[in-house]
């Protein structure tokens, strides 16, 4: 048994391991960001309408969700057996043969298939979250929680802008660049990461429980977690709505254009950054995990209405702002997930809310597109046009509804005094 697993892991080592992980979670989210200024217009390559176009992004988006989706909870199980170092390798892996095959495509039918692929294997995100918690006590998840956000934040920042850069030069071009870093990050990996979970806290995997529809169901039915699934669902879904709704509602509300787009993402990028790498740390010390959530949860459908009632470009900015809490959501519920579960659990549950995400993330899109389609012949500035953001304000009053019945019935055992008391 390596050093590394000993139950008695040292603290200079978990803290050797936390720069890994934060660079692990900002090449997954730079790629994603590479993707969106990029993907769109390669498929457009391979068809020979804008209807076309959109059919078949859509379906390669659909192909990454749905294997992401199966994918997660098996990921997940597996580094709960065989430790979170081997399948974070596997992700990096397979996120290189993501992108070195998309830039290699010569039809449609490639991308899909390699997507799928991608999708099945790259549940990174969420293995990572188990590794943190795995060198975290309890009363460090948020702040360590909240660190990975900031690297998220960090990624959407740096994404999209080298996507359009290296895009300009040549639509192939950002792919092979991604797949370069993740190889190199794999690497570093091989020779640096060590292994968070030690053998005594490994457990076999069971698949008939790795199924995601099992994990889901098991997910609900854990002891301090329940409703909190839903609670998890609909927000992730009001999230996601949002990000596959932006670009064409700020076009169809304000006209923006690319350019315009783009200093809105890297807003948010920026603001995510801010919130998730030091004011969380903050918030933390004097707010208990639990009530910030719900704070986060009033916030941002306070947001969600304000954005769809916007008139002006700068009002966008403004609202972004505004919503400090709402951005806290994610990172607080997964610290009070994380802390409801056993050691022994920690990347099958946390593998269990991922295929969650991936789920919303696949039903996001049609409910999205199809609300644009009914409002898209509006003129600019009408108020019918911010459809999609309505419906992500009603899905976050419900979820704030369940989070509070929830949070009645389960005192999340992290209080604000103990997150003070935690070491920075």
Request: hydrophobic share 50%.
């Amino acid at each position: 048994m390596s050093p590394a697993e000993t139950p008695g892991t040292s603290t200079r080592q978990r803290t050797a391991a936390m720069p890994f992980i934060m660079l692990t979670v900002l090449i997954d989210m730079v790629s994603i960001g590479l993707i969106i200024p990029v993907l769109a217009p390669l498929v457009g390559t391979f068809t020979g309408s804008q209807t076309d176009q959109a059919f078949w992004y859509g379906m390669v988006s659909l192909a990454f969700g749905v294997a992401n989706f199966f994918g997660s909870p098996v990921l997940g199980a597996a580094s709960d057996h065989f430790g979170r170092r081997p399948v974070l390798l596997l992700g990096f892996t397979g996120l290189a043969l993501s992108f070195f095959v998309t830039g290699l495509a010569t039809a449609v039918w490639m991308l899909i298939a390699v997507r799928l692929v991608s999708g099945a294997l790259q549940a990174n995100a969420a293995v990572a979250q188990a590794y943190v918690a795995d060198i975290s006590t309890p009363q460090e998840r948020a702040k360590r929680f909240g660190m990975l956000g900031a690297t998220f934040g960090m990624g959407f920042v740096l994404g999209p802008v080298m996507g359009g850069l290296l895009g300009h030069i040549s639509l192939h071009l950002p792919f092979f660049v991604a797949g370069g870093l993740a190889i190199l990050n794999a690497i570093y990996g091989v020779f640096v990461l060590p292994e968070s979970l030690p053998k005594d806290r490994r457990v076999p995997i069971n698949w008939r429980k790795a199924n995601p529809v099992a994990s889901l169901r098991r997910l609900g039915e854990t002891e301090g977690i329940g409703t909190l699934v839903a609670v998890i669902g609909l927000s992730s879904l009001a999230q996601f709505i949002l990000h596959t709704t932006w670009v064409l509602y700020t076009t169809f509300k304000f006209g923006w254009g690319p350019k315009e787009n783009g200093w809105s993402l890297f807003a948010i990028g920026v603001m995510a950054v801010l919130v998730q790498g030091g004011l969380i740390r903050v918030v933390v010390k004097r707010i208990a995990p639990q009530r910030i959530a719900v704070i986060g949860l009033v916030s941002s459908a306070i947001c969600y209405l304000l954005w769809g009632l916007a008139t002006e470009g700068w009002m966008m900015y403004a609202i972004i702002v505004l919503d400090i809490f709402g951005m806290m959501v994610s990172t607080t519920l997964q610290t009070v997930v994380s802390t409801a579960v056993d050691e022994h659990s920690q990347g099958r549950t946390l593998g269990s809310v991922a295929s969650l995400n991936s789920l919303t993330a696949v039903a996001a899109p049609v409910i999205g597109s199809f609300l644009l389609q009914l409002t898209a012949h509006y003129p600019h500035g009408d108020w019918r046009i911010g459809a999609p953001f309505y419906l992500c304000a009603a899905l976050q009053v419900l979820a704030t509804v369940l989070a509070i019945q929830h949070f009645r019935r389960h005192p999340s055992p992290l209080k604000p005094t103990e997150a003070e008391a935690a070491p920075t």
